[in-house]
């Protein structure tokens, strides 16, 4: 059986993250006070985002996709394309395309798993030739978005529910399976792969892979202590 990398995003293979994305369309509102008034509201809410992910990434997604009610799906979409050249793309870490590159020649199959929205990680997938990837999705209605996700969402626990269903429904060994990503609200997709790969959030450090020593053939598997998996910094919403 084949084997997967299932990356995380935002964190992991860019700089940037959900609040960027919020930032972007903030700026771009129909008039130049509603534009001022959103990006205000952006910017105060940044301490209550923070707290709300070290809380619970449930609150926090409520919180913060609730910003996008009334917003129009065909503006989102428009500015789409703009938001990955001006936002996105410069925040590419160097070492992604070299990580993606080996991990192809390794045979794994290339798959993102990300809390943000599918309008935003398309321009990236497609700029990355990755192919399959999971998102967060939001409601409309009648074509205004109404500040709710649609199921499943993507996060924590989530994540790895949707890798198992996933690597069962396309033969995929989990065995020999990478997972990387640069948050311990991921420790479930962690968990279940094979070789799991937590990134170093410290700046000097953010290309550093941390991996596993591979399992020779015949020896006995042992249990993984779960605070090496914990052994990186950082979150990012």
Not at 82 to 110: A, C, H, W
Not at 137 to 160: D, I, S
Not at 191 to 217: W, Y
């Amino acid at each position: 059986m084949a084997g997967a990398a299932f990356y995380d995003l935002e964190g992991t293979l860019v700089s940037t993250n959900l609040v960027h994305t919020l930032s972007f369309y903030a700026r771009r509102q129909q008039g130049l006070m509603e534009s001022v008034k959103k990006s205000a509201a952006t910017f105060l809410s940044l301490p209550l985002f923070a707290v709300s992910d070290q809380y619970s990434r449930k609150v926090f997604n409520d919180l913060y996709f609730k910003r996008y009610k009334g917003q129009s799906e065909d503006r989102l979409r428009y500015f789409a394309q703009d938001l990955f050249e001006e936002v996105i793309k410069p925040g590419i870490f160097p070492g992604t395309y070299e990580l993606i590159e080996k991990s192809r020649q390794q045979g794994l199959r290339q798959v993102v798993i990300t809390g943000a929205l599918d309008l935003s990680v398309k321009p990236l997938m497609e700029h990355l030739g990755i192919t399959e990837y999971v998102t967060n999705r939001l409601e409309f209605v009648n074509g205004v978005a109404t500040g709710r996700l649609l199921p499943p969402v993507m996060a924590a626990a989530t994540k790895a529910s949707w890798i198992r269903i996933y690597a069962e429904r396309e033969g995929i060994s989990l065995s020999d399976s990478f997972a990387y990503t640069d948050s311990m609200s991921d420790l479930p997709m962690l968990s279940i792969v094979g070789h799991a790969a937590p990134r170093l959030a410290n700046t000097e450090l953010k290309m550093k892979v941390i991996t596993f020593p591979q399992r020779r053939k015949g020896a006995k598997k042992t249990k993984r202590n779960p605070l090496r998996l914990c052994a990186f910094a950082g979150k990012s919403f």
